[in-house]
């Protein structure tokens, strides 16, 4: 048996919050964590947001993140607790013995610096290399990672390089100074579906070839199934199981584990399409001050009452068409029709009947919602304005959408900080269906919240949809939500239609390239998914 | 074009505009002021007659559009008119004045502004520590206080208690560089201590705040002093809102040192302007006001031209 690279011994880490209207007093974020990594092996961490594996990822580096605290425990690298060495020692393990890949690189790397100055400044600074040697194996690196022009990608700057691009030079900063443990936080979770794969690929491919051991955190069970040698799963900063990587996907013990194997137990009949509700016809639009058009004669139709899921990567104009839609961006060519009659192209001249029809419900419900207002007066606001609703009338509307979210009694005098991720969209919800809409733009609302909180939100809209037979042109990067909740599917790509029929049409072989390489894209929780895809794969992702 | 040369061209081209309103304003504040220049050479005690005659000789009576562009074409072609009281051409007593004015701000400036960057570095080093609550203790109580206030403070210790400096800042074109700064070292304090709290506690602020960003946390994860972390990759990143506050404190350098000037009987700008203030001199308070807007914009559009030569995004386009 070989001796771990890390131990970690009974970690507990806790921070200082500061609750609006209350003192500040300490809490625990993480009670008590064991785990090893052995030398040249990876240990996925997975959980959703707040199970604290990002905390002890960065505690490897004896780092707190804002006021996190390391409390006690002891962490121990190549044998010595970092938690108890002075902060010198713990800068000489940071960019020499343990490195750190960020979720995004984007915002990671300095954007005053070019990229090869800031992928080397570790190396260098920790006397690992010289500054030739360590530009050389950058370049190497470069290189084993599937980067364009690995001689000249580090005179670049990072905002001229692409999203995956930057994610893979995170990569090679991270294994420049030859460390002995990478620490990866999410490091594919900001990129689009076709990217991840790639970038994951190179990430697996590098940890091979250097032989670096590794924790890869990841709330996607089915990412971290293709990289990492054993998994351990979080939860409320607990450990909730952990095993081989095989174990825990075949095989998983705790109830936990199983719900997050089998995430999107959602299924839908697929219903056929009807006189639509919404006609869209030769689309074309583009921003102003530009010289391109973003949407090329887009035509879709929805069907009253069902769901057509728009599914793309970002930049495919997805969201451009809500925005023709909703009238906020005017088309330079085409013609919507919505319920038989022709909509005018700019918002400001539309009926209020035309306004209260169309609603939408937004990606990021913390920002859709005015911080100063109680849940009451957000979801009354509709009311008043669409139907003139006063009072106890008022009061006894309110408590029924919001019984219909399932939030119940005790919520309208709340503020939106004081409701989880999953509750402030239900509420966003209630706050779109206080208007009795016919159509319901959701443009990935989804997108920013865990996976079992996600699949209440799409149940509660599909049970929704039924109630209040309400039509939803659904907005998503997410394939798997796509096949959960749709009627029809429209696959966009660069600002086109691809693809285009009911659900069953458009996910039945024989696909086009790109669809193929959507659909491929999607991880699997299957070990070696990764490598099948890479082999059959028959064109190259966009965004690489 | 590149994209900088058209946002710097823009800038100038904006520059001159602001230039001329600028002189209009200066021009018509002038007219609104009660009495002319004829009224003002005469006296209270002359007669009616005298003063048309005079205002006929001046060209006074003509229209004020028709002076304001005779006046201007004089300024843009170097020809800043001549002085009602000593009838000496402003021109050369304001290039005089100018380069006074400009080797005691150049000197304020040397000192100040690397010293307030440095303090501004330390204080964020140091965050909510002795050495940050002391930095912001003193340069908060040397802005606090009036700078004539600051100004007698210094005579009395430094000129009257001690005589390490003198109290009258006389400078003459013979004497050797190392007398002229002695000469003027009271003053040159007196202006680094008025213009060193803002410019510190703007670069605090601007490095607090990239401070934030998601690279400081990259930088820290590579072992990196918090020093280095510092001046390496929150300072760059930083630049552009501390060059806006410094130009800013250069432009009060040469247009705000009229109360120094004057307590130290320095013959700069200031000293000139309240002297032609005091004797109603109108053409001079014209070419002063006229002298000041050029700095504060010219500085201001330097501070421009820096903040986009700052950013990455614009310097190498995609």
């Given at each position: 048996m070989t001796t771990p690279l890390l131990k970690v011994r009974g970690l507990k880490?806790?921070?200082?919050?500061?609750?609006?209207?209350?003192?500040?007093?300490?809490?625990?974020?993480?009670?008590?964590?064991?785990?090893?990594?052995?030398?040249?092996?990876?240990?996925?961490?997975?959980?959703?947001s707040g199970a604290g594996k990002s905390t002890i990822g960065l505690a490897s580096m004896a780092y707190g993140r804002g006021g996190v605290k390391l409390t006690a425990g002891s962490v121990e690298v190549n044998g010595r607790d970092v938690l108890q060495a002075p902060l010198r020692d713990i800068r000489k393990l940071r960019g020499a013995e343990v490195t750190y890949v960020s979720q995004s690189a984007a915002a990671s790397?300095?954007?005053?610096?070019?990229?090869?100055?800031?992928?080397?400044?570790?190396?260098?600074?920790?006397?690992?290399?010289?500054?030739?040697?360590?530009?050389?194996?950058?370049?190497?690196l470069f290189t084993k990672l599937g980067l364009p022009n690995p001689d000249t990608i580090g005179n670049r700057y990072p905002h001229q390089v692409s999203g995956g691009q930057l994610q893979r030079c995170m990569t090679a900063l991270a294994l420049c100074p030859e460390p002995d443990l990478v620490v990866f936080d999410e490091p594919t979770t900001a990129l689009d579906v076709t990217t991840q794969i790639d970038v994951l690929k190179a990430i697996k491919d590098a940890i091979r070839?250097?032989?670096?051991?590794?924790?890869?955190?990841?709330?996607?069970?089915?990412?971290?199934?293709?990289?990492?040698?054993?998994?351990?799963?979080?939860?409320?900063?607990?450990?909730?199981?952990?095993?081989?990587?095989?174990?825990?996907?075949?095989?998983?013990?705790?109830?936990?584990?199983?719900?997050?194997?089998?995430?999107?137990?959602?299924?839908?009949?697929?219903?056929?399409?009807?006189?639509?509700?919404?006609?869209?016809?030769?689309?074309?639009?583009?921003?102003?001050?530009?010289?391109?058009?973003?949407l090329h004669d887009v035509s879709v139709d929805i069907s009253p009452g069902q769901t057509l899921a728009v599914v793309g990567e970002s930049g495919s104009g997805k969201s451009t068409l809500a925005r023709v839609i909703t009238g906020l961006l005017p088309p330079s060519a085409g013609k919507i029709t919505f319920a038989g009659r022709t909509l005018t192209p700019d918002q400001p001249s539309r009926s209020m009947e035309d306004l209260r029809e169309l609603q939408m419900i937004y990606q990021m419900a913390d920002t859709a919602m005015n911080p100063r207002q109680t849940v009451g007066t957000i979801i009354g606001r509709p009311l008043e304005f669409y139907f003139g609703l006063k009072g106890a009338e008022k009061q006894k509307r309110i408590q029924e959408l919001l019984d219909e979210i399932e939030l119940g009694q005790g919520f309208q005098d709340r503020y939106p900080a004081e409701l989880s991720g999953g509750q402030k969209q239900r509420v966003c919800i209630a706050r779109a269906?206080?208007?009795?809409?016919?159509?319901?733009?959701?443009?990935?609302?989804?997108?920013?919240?865990?996976?079992?909180?996600?699949?209440?939100?799409?149940?509660?809209?599909?049970?929704?949809?039924?109630?209040?037979?309400?039509?939803?042109?659904?907005?998503?990067?997410?394939?798997?939500?796509?096949?959960?909740?749709?009627?029809?599917?429209?696959?966009?790509?660069?600002g086109k239609v691809q693809r285009y029929g009911t659900k069953s049409e458009v996910l039945t072989p024989p696909y086009d390239d790109y669809t193929d390489l959507l659909l491929s894209s999607v991880p699997e929780m299957k070990l070696g998914w990764l490598e099948d895809v890479i082999a059959n794969r028959k064109m190259e992702s966009a965004g690489n | 074009m590149h994209p900088i040369l058209k946002l710097v061209a823009e800038r100038l081209a904006l520059g001159v505009l602001l230039l001329f309103a600028a002189s209009a304003l200066i021009f018509g504040l002038t007219e609104i002021l009660p009495g002319d220049a004829a009224q003002a050479i005469l006296g209270q005690s002359a007669t009616p007659e005298s003063l048309a005659n005079l205002r006929e000789e001046m060209g006074l009576n003509r229209p004020a559009l028709t002076r304001y562009f005779e006046?201007?074409?004089?300024?843009?072609?170097?020809?800043?008119?001549?002085?009602?009281?000593?009838?000496?051409?402003?021109?050369?007593?304001?290039?005089?004045?100018?380069?006074?004015?400009?080797?005691?701000?150049?000197?304020?400036?040397?000192?100040?502004?690397?010293?307030?960057?440095?303090?501004?570095?330390?204080?964020?080093?140091?965050?909510?520590?002795?050495?940050?609550?002391l930095i912001s203790g003193i340069t908060l109580a040397s802005i606090s206080l009036p700078e004539f206030m600051i100004a007698y403070i210094l005579v009395f210790f430094f000129a009257v208690k001690l005589f390490w400096a003198p109290s009258f800042a006389s400078i003459s074109p013979g004497m050797p560089l190392l007398e002229q700064l002695h000469a003027i070292s009271l003053p040159v304090a007196v202006l680094t201590m008025v213009v060193l709290a803002h410019m510190m506690r703007m670069t605090r602020a601007a490095i607090l705040n990239v401070m934030q960003s998601a690279y400081i946390e990259t930088a820290e994860l590579k072992g990196l002093t918090t020093f280095k972390v510092i001046y390496r990759h929150a300072f760059p990143n930083a630049i552009a809102p501390i060059v806006n506050v410094v130009m800013i404190n250069l432009a009060y350098l040469v247009v705000g040192v009229v109360v120094v000037e004057v307590v130290f009987a320095y013959p700069g700008m200031g000293q000139y302007l309240v002297d032609a203030v005091v004797k109603r001199d109108v053409p001079v308070v014209l070419a002063c006001g006229v002298i000041f807007a050029a700095v504060y914009i010219i500085l201001n559009i330097v501070a421009d031209v820096v903040s986009i030569l700052a950013n990455p995004r614009l310097r190498h386009p995609k």
């Open positions: 880490i806790g921070a200082t919050v500061y609750p609006p209207g209350e003192k500040p007093h300490d809490i625990e974020i993480v009670h008590g964590v064991d785990f090893d990594v052995e030398p040249g092996k990876v240990l996925g961490l997975i959980g959703e790397f300095n954007p005053a610096k070019q990229i090869m100055e800031q992928v080397i400044e570790a190396a260098v600074g920790q006397g690992k290399f010289s500054k030739s040697e360590a530009q050389k194996r950058a370049v190497e070839d250097t032989g670096v051991a590794a924790l890869y955190i990841t709330h996607d069970l089915a990412v971290v199934a293709q990289v990492s040698d054993h998994i351990m799963v979080l939860r409320y900063g607990e450990k909730v199981e952990y095993g081989t990587t095989d174990q825990i996907i075949n095989a998983p013990q705790e109830a936990y584990t199983k719900a997050l194997v089998s995430v999107r137990s959602i299924t839908h009949e697929e219903k056929q399409p009807t006189e639509p509700v919404l006609r869209v016809e030769n689309i074309t639009a583009r921003y102003k001050g530009t010289n391109f058009n973003v269906l206080a208007a009795k809409p016919t159509l319901i733009i959701c443009d990935e609302v989804t997108s920013a919240l865990d996976p079992l909180v996600a699949d209440g939100i799409l149940k509660l809209l599909l049970n929704l949809q039924k109630i209040e037979d309400v039509a939803y042109l659904f907005i998503t990067h997410d394939l798997a939500t796509v096949k959960a909740i749709s009627d029809s599917i429209a696959v966009m790509y660069q | 006046w201007l074409g004089g300024i843009v072609t170097g020809d800043m008119g001549v002085a009602l009281t000593n009838k000496l051409p402003i021109g050369e007593q304001i290039a005089r004045r100018m380069s006074s004015t400009l080797f005691l701000a150049f000197w304020a400036a040397i000192i100040s502004v690397p010293l307030a960057i440095l303090l501004g570095l330390i204080a964020v080093r140091y965050q909510n520590r002795w050495p940050d609550k």
